[in-house]
């Protein structure tokens, strides 16, 4: 049994010995086409990055739009490697020609199946042509709410980030197709505030007050209209709304300060900001 076994084995071991010594050059040319590949595809990495480098630089000295350059690299960066891919394929010796007709073919069915990257895609390059916003703009995307500063626009996506420094990344297709708004197109916005004061308070006081609080904010643009006015008189409390404009970049940090010292400054004289509530009286 013990000789059987050893026969089979060496028997086996001739047989893969002849097969090796038989396909040994298909063997070593194999070895070495893989490792020209290797080679090949390393070094056309460092060559891809070294070409992005350059139309970087082009860019930043040009001043072009960054969401421009940001579209530009993804898309330099996607074709380099396609490129590079292909030219390694023709290494292994296959044809062109039939490269080429796996492309088109296959290009067709990704198309079909990837529909909505294709809008995404087609969104990103309107989104560039149109210039509805740029890196650095805060924006609201109107039917689901998102909004943030833009910092990427890229092949297929637009990534936001929060004031709480979240990302938010939203396909370029539903930014072209719905409704948004750019927060920051403007250099100056208005400051629309709307405070309550009490029946019984002097109203005439109040807006000379508003005013005054108006007046002592740096942040205001006095060549724009300040304005003071009874807005509403509603169910407990007449509304003064207060207009003013500001530096778009300012206008959180003068809002807050401003709601601030008008209820420190309402606080000081005496006056009332009520809230909602039920007068009951009987008869």
């Known amino acids: ?19 090796l010594h038989g396909h040994l050059p298909s063997i070593v040319e194999f070895g070495v086409k893989v490792l020209l590949a290797l080679i090949f ?6 060559l891809i990055k070294w ?11 040009s001043n072009a739009d960054k969401g421009v350059g940001q579209f530009v690299d993804s898309m330099l960066k996607f074709s380099l490697y396609a490129l590079l ?15 080429a007709a796996v492309i088109a073919s296959a290009g067709v069915a990704v198309g079909l199946a990837l529909q909505g990257s294709l809008s995404n895609f087609a969104g990103g390059v309107l989104i560039l042509l149109l210039k509805p916003f740029v890196v650095g703009d805060y924006i609201i995307e109107d039917n689901h709410g998102n909004e943030g500063t833009v910092k990427e626009i890229q092949l297929f996506y637009t990534k936001l980030t929060t004031v709480d420094n979240k990302t938010i990344v939203i396909p370029n297709g539903m930014l072209t197709n719905n409704s948004l708004t750019n927060v920051t197109a403007r250099d100056e916005r208005q400051l629309d505030l709307r405070i309550g004061v009490s029946y019984d308070a002097d109203l005439q006081k109040a807006k000379a007050l508003m005013l005054h609080i108006l007046d002592g904010e740096e942040k205001i643009m006095r060549e724009r209209d300040v304005l003071v006015f009874v807005d509403e008189l509603g169910s407990d409390s007449v509304i003064l709304g207060i207009r003013a404009w500001v530096p778009t970049v300012d206008y959180w940090t003068v809002r807050w300060r401003l709601l601030e010292e008008i209820k420190l400054q309402m606080d000081a004289n005496g006056m009332e900001i009520p809230y909602r509530q039920i007068d009951v009286h009987a008869r």
């Not at 049994?1 to 097969?19: D, H, I, P, Q």
């Not at 595809?41 to 460092?46: S, V, Y």
């Not at 070409?51 to 000295?61: D, L, M, Q, T, Y």
């Open 1 to 19: 049994m013990t000789e059987e076994v050893a026969k089979e084995t060496t028997e086996e071991m001739n047989a893969l010995m002849r097969y």
């Open 41 to 46: 595809f390393f070094a056309g990495r460092i």
């Open 85 to 99: 891919l292909v030219l390694i394929a023709t290494n292994f010796g296959v044809d062109t020609a039939s490269v």
């Open 51 to 61: 070409v992005r480098r350059i139309v970087k630089r082009a860019f930043e000295r």
